[in-house]
């Protein structure tokens, strides 16, 4: 077997650009293979990034509450936070927001309107990330049933669940996770792949034909190291599954075998640590929260393959106003979308 580029690939800081400017909060990335990008945007809908680097925000109705929140604490507590992001099969966007608990769809002139916001007669929680597989499938991730999200950053509450959108209606496939982020699958769609934030790990379950899940376990180490708050996820061709850790900012690669690799480290050691240590004894305060982010893309949140070739690495952030990008040293596993809608 020929031997895995990504172990010899080193970020060349030189060669990492950006594209797109006064965003807020890009944490999720679409890209389609005529190089246009979109973005997930804390106004309310999503950026459009064409080729040439023009821009437009479409939205059904632009909301300010993230650029004049009063505080850090209420800019990413409170109002319509999009967040992860994916095509449904007509080429509107099904969003995953953050901020209203709920699963919306949006069309690309920003038609809105929520798909569901409810589960067994409940709320359903904070909509982390939404999936589309290659059967049509919506997938969900709910991090907590804990509505001030920051209160479950702790290291002994799993009350995160995947969901399916299915006739109208949430129905959960798997629970007990902890703070569950994004998800992906595999170039088969056989395992699901499941970050696992304030677990500090990559869980995985099989997948069957009709969509029931199974046989969970931990990919990779049981946790990444230090700082080990994993957020987005994305797998090349070879199936490495790339990743980033939000509050200490770093990007990683796990290779097919699990084997770890830290290729981006842009923490604040300092803050990272006095985090750690709040988290670690269930006590996280704002201040030692927020104090974090820095770096090419503060808050490190997502990884996009996009380019003709899907040779290019997006990297999506929820405090940068823009998106840093560089070559890959192995194409992107295609979306669902890639191929047109």
Same mark, same amino acid.
């Given at each position: 077997?020929?031997?895995?580029?990504?172990?010899?690939?080193?970020?060349?800081?030189?060669?990492?650009?950006? $594209?797109?400017?006064?965003? /807020?909060?890009?944490?999720?990335?679409?890209?389609?293979?005529?190089?246009?990008? *979109?973005?997930?945007?804390?106004?309310?809908?999503? $950026?459009?990034?064409?080729?040439?680097? %023009?821009?437009?925000?479409?939205?059904?109705?632009?909301?300010?509450?993230? +650029?004049?929140?009063?505080?850090?604490?209420?800019?990413?507590? %409170?109002?319509?936070?999009?967040?992860?992001?994916?095509?449904?099969?007509d080429g509107s966007f099904l969003i995953s927001n953050?901020?209203?608990?709920?699963?919306?769809?949006?069309?690309?002139?920003?038609?809105?309107?929520? @798909?569901?916001?409810?589960?067994?007669? /409940?709320?359903?929680?904070?909509?982390?990330?939404?999936?589309?597989?290659?059967?049509?499938? $919506?997938?969900?991730?709910?991090?907590?049933?804990?509505?001030? *999200?920051?209160?479950?950053?702790?290291?002994?509450?799993?009350?995160?669940?995947?969901?399916?959108?299915?006739?109208?209606?949430?129905?959960?496939?798997?629970?007990?996770?902890?703070?569950?982020?994004?998800?992906?699958?595999?170039?088969?769609?056989?395992?699901?792949?499941?970050?696992?934030?304030?677990?500090?790990?990559?869980?995985?379950?099989?997948?069957?034909?009709?969509?029931? %899940?199974?046989?969970?376990?931990?990919?990779?180490?049981?946790?990444?190291?230090?700082?080990?708050?994993?957020?987005?996820? +994305?797998?090349?061709?070879?199936?490495?599954?790339?990743?980033?850790?939000?509050?200490?900012?770093?990007?990683?690669? @796990?290779?097919?075998?699990?084997?770890?690799?830290?290729?981006?480290?842009?923490?604040?050691?300092?803050?990272?640590?006095?985090?750690?240590?709040?988290?670690?004894?269930?006590?996280?305060?704002?201040?030692? @929260?927020? +104090?974090?982010?820095?770096?090419?893309?503060? *808050?490190?949140a997502s990884v996009t393959f996009g380019g003709p070739?899907?040779?290019?690495?997006?990297?999506?952030?929820?405090?940068?106003?823009?998106?840093?990008?560089?070559?890959?040293?192995?194409?992107?596993?295609?979306? $669902?979308?890639?191929?047109?809608?």
């Open positions: 077997m020929a031997r895995n580029p990504v172990l010899e690939f080193e970020v060349d800081r030189a060669a990492i650009r950006y $594209v797109g400017e006064g965003l /807020q909060r890009p944490e999720c990335i679409l890209a389609e293979s005529d190089g246009t990008l *979109w973005s997930a945007d804390a106004r309310g809908g999503v $950026v459009r990034i064409d080729p040439d680097g %023009t821009q437009a925000i479409v939205t059904q109705k632009r909301s300010a509450s993230f +650029a004049g929140a009063r505080d850090e604490a209420s800019r990413y507590l %409170t109002g319509t936070l999009p967040n992860g992001l994916a095509f449904a099969a953050f901020g209203t608990d709920c699963l919306e769809t949006m069309t690309r002139e920003g038609d809105t309107h929520v @798909l569901a916001d409810r589960i067994d007669g /409940q709320p359903v929680g904070k909509v982390n990330f939404v999936l589309r597989d290659s059967k049509g499938r $919506v997938w969900i991730t709910v991090s907590t049933r804990v509505k001030n *999200w920051m209160h479950a950053l702790r290291t002994d509450l799993a009350d995160g669940y995947i969901a399916r959108y299915e006739k109208g209606a949430f129905h959960v496939v798997a629970d007990g996770f902890r703070f569950t982020n994004e998800i992906r699958f595999d170039a088969r769609e056989e395992f699901l792949y499941v970050v696992e934030t304030t677990g500090g790990c990559i869980s995985r379950l099989r997948v069957d034909a009709n969509g029931r %899940t199974g046989g969970r376990e931990v990919f990779g180490p049981s946790t990444l190291g230090k700082g080990a708050w994993p957020d987005g996820i +994305a797998f090349d061709i070879l199936g490495n599954l790339w990743g980033t850790m939000v509050y200490s900012d770093k990007l990683f690669v @796990l290779t097919p075998e699990g084997r770890l690799k830290i290729l981006l480290d842009e923490g604040d050691p300092a803050k990272v640590d006095a985090l750690e240590q709040e988290f670690f004894n269930n006590r996280v305060t704002e201040d030692v @929260l927020f +104090a974090t982010g820095r770096g090419i893309a503060p *808050w490190m070739d899907l040779g290019t690495i997006y990297i999506g952030s929820l405090k940068g106003k823009r998106i840093p990008f560089f070559r890959a040293p192995a194409p992107g596993l295609p979306m $669902v979308h890639w191929q047109g809608r």
